[in-house]
């Protein structure tokens, strides 16, 4: 029983029980301002009906196949997409981008095999060509 007290009690399983419960409430969010703020906005958009493709269907050999119920999935699912990569994933990119640009360049291109080394080594680690020495800020030259 202890064992099973340990697995429970592991940091990386309460981090995704917290991950699948935050993502199924965001996803809850997404959904209410998808059908409530922009589906609204499709249909003013497009005249004043709110498009529901429930009821397409077509008949083959007897066989009846509605593909409407999977239109309007495939709707739901592009709007939702779109909202998502407009209001989460662009500006959560931007706001990373304004940190990368402050890091400093910690490592450079070997010039005969284009490997990354550090800016300050003399020598290649993977092909052994010899460098050209450049200075790293705050040490004096040597």
């Known amino acids: 029983m202890s064992g099973f007290k340990k697995f429970l009690m592991r ?5 995704l029980a ?10 809850q969010l997404i959904q209410a301002l998808v059908t409530d703020l922009v589906t609204p906005l499709v249909a003013a958009v497009t005249g004043g009906h709110q498009p529901d493709f429930s009821d397409y269907s077509f ?5 009846h196949f509605p593909y409407g119920d999977f239109v309007n999935h495939l709707l739901s699912f592009l709007i939702v997409a779109a909202v ?3 209001l ?4 959560m990119a931007r706001f ?3 940190f990368e640009t402050k890091k400093k360049a910690s490592e450079k291109k070997c010039p ?8 300050a080594a003399r020598r290649c680690a993977f ?16």
């Open 18 to 27: 917290v991950a699948v419960v935050v993502g199924a409430l965001f996803s």
């Open 84 to 86: 998502v990569y407009w």
């Open 59 to 63: 008949t083959l050999n007897g066989a």
């Open 127 to 142: 092909c052994t060509a010899e460098l050209p020495t450049v200075p790293v800020q705050g040490t004096p030259p040597a």
């Open 11 to 15: 940091g990386n399983l309460v981090e």
């Open 96 to 98: 990373l981008s304004l």
């Open 112 to 119: 005969e095999c284009l490997s990354d080394i550090p800016i």
């Open 88 to 91: 989460v994933v662009l500006p």
